[in-house]
Structures are given as structure tokens and as C-alpha cells.
């Protein structure tokens, strides 16, 4: 989640409903310009007890992140606490438990996402041997219940846990025991955002299956295989879901303006705290009638904020984010925007992704989106088949797309290489939570802290 620190008061006040669609308009760029931009989460432990570390004890989240700043990360501070750093690789943030999250910078190729991911992963472990701790990637913490978990200083995570409870059962889990990989692409036009947006929302419990790899909950198996994703279904349904309205006739930016205006706020940032402002509507602020803020107008660092607080399986900002992955290893983080830029960069591969899908009802999509949590690759895909033989073909389209670019390394490799660890578990059948739950009834003999030895990062 993002992170303000500066109230802006200088950028302008919104006095038309047209600049509501201007950061959208913004993100419209040629192809030659297009980028790619990934973030990654992953769960922060003791090594030596497997205990999440709070912010303030020696060798904790403060410590870990001051000790990164010898690569050349710069701190960035919220109430005196460091709680991000900014840096050549865009920005390294926290979650609400102390999730550390890199979002990195805007790329031309997967070669360069993938060594970013190796430069990170790097600095982290070298930084942790010295502070005794681990890393892990998955998508929900296996063994820790809520109350085990520390809480970090950052004035929007206080607001939105006090928020959570009175709109779901299961925000809490969402934002202490969850952690994902995320892919932000470009677009060229309103249009190119409405068929990249079609097709990557149809497709997203596909991503889902391919990267579940959340079975275990307060140290057992729960059920599902990406708890992850069933958890945002009972988060808070203003702001989560499939959103239908986007496979409608007439959608573009006008259309998500109306939905981003019927999410509830959180809250409004000035003058370096965090007002809250939960529930309320960003409608009224624009008539200068919001509670937390009577008779002040908005401007469009607050509309820029508001657009983060929406949680769609994709999102739309400047940018589209693809949301629908459990967090998980290196090459995985890898595999994840090479799947979506090979699907959505190549017009050719677009077009055809876009022919497997277009045909699906709102009905066909949503019972996908149900099924998937528990099912993986074993759900019925619409039109007939499993998931899992929809990801052989949509894995196929995707290299077509990652051949087509023709981006390659010095070695001369492309990026279709970059897929290969989706194609191993299409060809299983069997979604990583699988290979978790067989381990766990097998070589752990139930013991789930062996997940820490044989998982890290």
C-alpha cells in the first residue's frame, strides 16, 4: 500500500468532475513507452523462533529497514518512525504486520524485473543473516494467528484496522496475514485500457490457481488452496470483487470515476497525519460536505490516495495492477508479469486471449472466482475443461506475446523463459498449495515449522 508523507497542499483543487479521469487520461502512453512494474510482499520471522518481529525491538522492522540503507536506500520517515525507503528500485514499504513489500521501478523488459527481484532478495538475506532473520514467501503466514502479530506505525494502517471490522469478517486477515506479487502494465488509449482490463480481470482466477499457495491457517490446513484470495471475499464489498460493470457496453474511465466515487473513504492526509475519514463519501468532499473536513474541497492528491483504496481483483489508476496472486519465491515473482505481459504487450496475443474470454457470462466469471480458492487448476473453467486446461492454453498465448517482443539478454535468451515455472505447474495439474499440503502429510510429518528451513527466500 502506498505511502504520504507531504500534504500537497500546493497541487490544485478539484473543481470538475473531468479531473477525476485525468490521472487515468495521464497513464496513456505509446507502446515504446510502455513498462512494467512489480511488487512483491513476504513475511519478515525470527529465525531463531519463528516469532514475527515488531517495529521497535533490537533487530526488528526499524532495524532491518535503517540496515538497507547501506545499498543506498534513503529513509522515509512518517511521525519520526522510518516506515519505507526510497531508492534506484523505486520503493521498499511495509504491510500492516510488517510485511516487507518492494514495489519496484517501471521496466522495459522481464530481464530487468527479474534481476531487480534477485538485487532485493539479495540485500534482504544479506541483512538478515546479520539481524536473525528470515524471509518467507507465501501467500498467508501459516502458523500465526492475528493476536501473534505486531502492528506497524503508519498513521493509514491505523485507520483501516479500526475500518475493518464493521464492514467484513475477515479484513483483519487480509491485512496482517496476507501477502502477494502484484504486476502494474501500461495502456495506449481508453480502449487498449478496456480490452487489457477485460481480459486480465477474466483471467485472473486463472493467476490465482497457478500461484496458490495458501493452504495452512493458525498452523494447519484450512481447506483452500489460496486462502489468500477467499479471505478478500469477505473483506469489504464496496471496494473488492470482480467488478462487472467493466464487461459492460460504454465502460472507459468515465464509468470507474463513478465507481471510485462510490468507494467509502479511509481518510484524508494533511499536514502529516492521517485524518479519519472511514465510511465516508468522497461525493460529499467534492461539495466541500465531508464530516472529516467541513467546508474544504479536495485536491487531486486526494483523489490520487482514494484510487489506492480500492481493492478490485484489478485496479485501475494510471496504470492497471493485476491483484489475484498469492506471494511466493523468486522465480515466481519472475513468472508473474511474464505472464500478463505476455498476454496483454503483443496485440496478437491480446486479441487472443481476449477470444477465449469475450463469450464468458458475469455469471461464468464470478463462479470461476468462487471456485478457484478451494478448487486450483481442478475448477471448470467456462465453455467447458479445468483451469488448469485453460492455463495450458493461456500459457501458450503468453509466450507467443513474450516471443513476439523479442526482448532478450546478452545471452540472447528472450523472456518466454520466464514462464517456465507456470508451465511445470500446469503440467502437474497441481497448484503450489499441493506441493505444501503433500510436504506437510509427508516429509513434515505435520511439523509446519519446517516450512521455515525449507522455504525461505
Known sequence: ????????????????????????????????????????????????????????EPGGIRDLLTALTRYGWEPVEEGGNVIALSGSDRAISLEPAGQL???????????????????HLKQVKEVGAELGLGFLGLGMWPDKTRDELPRMPKGRYAIMLDHMPRVGGMGLDMMLRTCTIQTNLDYASEADMVQKFRVSLALQPLATALFAASPFTDGRPNGYLSYRSHIWTDTDPARTGMLPFVFEDGFGYDRYVDYMLDVPMYFVFRDGRYIDAAGQSFRDFLKGRLPALPGELPRLSDWADHLSTAFPEVRLKSFLEMRGADGGP??????????????????????AAWDLVKDWSIADQQAL?????????????PGGGTVGDLAHRVLDIAAQGLAARDEVNSMGDNEVGFLEPLRQIAKSGKSPAHDLLDRYEGAWGRDLSRIYGELSF
Open 101 to 119: 513489500e518492494l514495489s519496484g521501478a517501471p521496466l522495459e523488459n522481464l530481464h530487468q524485473t527479474c534481476a531487480e527481484t534477485g538485487r
Open 330 to 351: 523468486w522465480n515466481r515473482i519472475c513468472a508473474l508479469p511474464a505472464l500478463w505481459v505476455g498476454l496483454l504487450y503483443d496485440q496478437g496475443a491480446l486479441d
Open 1 to 56: 500500500m502506498s505511502t504520504r508523507t507531504v500534504s500537497d497542499r500546493n497541487d490544485p483543487i478539484i473543481e470538475s468532475r473531468d479531473q477525476l479521469a485525468a490521472p487515468m487520461i495521464k497513464g496513456e502512453k505509446p507502446k515504446d513507452r510502455w513498462r512494467i512494474g512489480t511488487e512483491h510482499e513476504k513475511f519478515v520471522y525470527r529465525t531463531a523462533d519463528h516469532r514475527a518481529p515488531s517495529y521497535d
Open 369 to 381: 472466482r468462487d471456485a478457484v480458492p478451494r478448487e486450483g487448476l481442478d475448477a471448470a473453467a
